[in-house]
């Protein structure tokens, strides 16, 4: 069994100046990524690996995230989650050895569009920071087939607050 934690980018600044690219986190977005990084190390949930954008606001959701739960895990860091498709995502997840708990970060609509696919449908939707975990009934994750993961849960940082209110 796989487990795959996909987390959507913290909410970032737009400036019309700036790249797409190399859009920064805005304050909420920090915030955001430091509490579900604390939540995910409270759950014992915490990624053996993470896949992450080479987006500036992935990146950095990823950053503020480990250092908040005091996470320790490798980050690897793959332009093909930037504009990708869920099959692209897919294919980068199997072109590299993973362990067992493996989380991606990267943006929509492509994270709500691959949840879905994996767990053969509905409309799932992935706020700003939020995260989905999926069992995935694979030994590897270049098996892993569309319709067969089941949703665990799915945390966004405006559930994380009220639970802690």
């Known amino acids: 069994m796989l487990e795959l934690l996909v987390m959507r980018h913290a909410k970032s600044d737009w400036d019309a100046g ?8 805005a304050e909420r977005g920090v915030k955001a990524a430091r509490k579900v990084g604390r939540f995910l190390a409270r759950a014992e949930m915490v990624p053996e690996l993470v896949i992450c954008s080479t987006a500036v606001r992935a990146r950095t959701t990823i950053e503020f995230a480990a250092e908040a739960g005091d996470w320790h895990c490798p980050v690897e860091h793959t332009r093909a989650f930037y504009g990708a498709d869920p099959a692209a995502v897919l294919a980068e997840i199997a072109s590299r050895p993973a362990p067992p708990r493996l ?3 990267g943006h929509e609509p492509t994270w709500s569009e691959l949840v879905s696919l994996l767990v053969g449908g509905g409309a799932v939707r992935m706020a700003t920071a939020a995260v989905a975990c999926l069992e995935l009934p694979a030994d590897d994750w270049s098996a892993i087939e569309p319709g067969a993961g089941q949703l665990v849960w799915l945390v966004t940082p405006k559930l994380l607050q009220a639970a802690s209110a």
């Open 103 to 105: 989380m991606v970060v």
């Open 18 to 25: 700036t790249d797409d690219h190399e859009r920064p986190l």
